[in-house]
């Protein structure tokens, strides 16, 4: 089996996605070694601040073989600029961007003020603002992390050895979702399996019970928050990308549920 990386962005279900490739059923079909994101970063001296998790490598960077990568929070060019065993293939999950900042937007106050982290400076940023300027000021953050660059990246690769998948299939059809991720996998997982392993990682019981960790907001979520001048703000900072990675104004996609 060549190695495999999870890529994603930021309340892109990534933990999930976690915990669902870290169940022992799943490892025992890759029979590959789980490398989550962080302990990567710690022997690639050339990564980036977590800060600036999207940018682009200072220096070489190499991936193990035999080994599935877990939540990597990079873009294309990073996934392309890493040097891989050869047939790597990478899964990303695709997420509307302004959902995404509806998400930040919802957990921030519930966010731990011990934890040291970006998001510890962006809460103290908003807590004082309204809705409109607090959401305003975040989605300029979001911005300068390079999370919606890494996202235009993703969608506009072109690679056979890349999966796309959307957030909204897993919210509405988990299941679906997972009998994409795993048929392409192709570990030899049956349908029963794969079945029982939905039921082991429900998506409603992990957003239960996990509010903070997991994911807030629902598909199209935006729509209660952005105002007509929220809305042009967002298309100034980023252009077409609503468009761009396949989303619209005015409705709520459901292309791929």
């Known amino acids: 089996m060549p190695s495999i990386i999870h890529c994603c962005s930021q309340r892109g279900a990534s933990s999930w996605v976690l915990s669902v490739l870290l169940d022992p059923v799943v490892l025992a079909h890759l029979n590959l070694q789980p490398l989550e994101f962080p302990h990567w970063q710690n022997v690639q001296r050339d990564f980036p601040a977590k800060e600036t998790l999207y940018k682009k490598l200072q220096g070489p960077c190499s991936f193990p073989e035999h080994t599935i990568g877990i939540t990597f929070y990079i873009s294309f060019e990073v996934y392309q600029a890493i040097d891989k065993p050869e047939g790597t293939r990478a899964f990303f999950v695709v997420r509307d961007p302004r959902d995404i900042l509806i998400s930040f937007y919802q957990r921030l106050p519930s966010f731990p003020m011990h934890l040291q982290s970006i998001l510890t400076g962006w809460?103290?940023?908003?807590?004082?603002?309204?809705?409109?300027?607090?959401?305003?000021?975040?989605?300029?953050?979001?911005?300068?992390?390079?999370?919606?660059?890494?996202?235009?990246?993703?969608?506009?690769?072109?690679?056979p050895e890349l999966l796309l998948l959307r957030y909204e299939k897993l919210s509405a059809k988990p299941l679906d979702f997972l009998t994409d991720l795993f048929t392409w996998l192709d570990v030899g997982m049956s349908e029963k399996e794969i079945v029982d392993l939905n039921e082991r990682h429900l998506w409603s019981v992990y957003r239960a019970n996990k509010p903070w960790h997991y994911q807030v907001g629902h598909p199209g979520s935006w729509k209660e928050y952005f105002s007509d001048g929220l809305a042009q703000r967002f298309r100034d900072l980023t252009g077409d990308l609503v468009e761009c990675l396949g989303y619209e104004w005015g409705v709520v996609d459901e292309q791929e549920v």
């Open 123 to 159: 809460r103290n940023e908003i807590e004082a603002l309204s809705v409109e300027d607090g959401l305003a000021w975040l989605m300029n953050a979001i911005a300068e992390t390079g999370l919606f660059s890494a996202q235009r990246s993703w969608i506009e690769a072109e690679s």
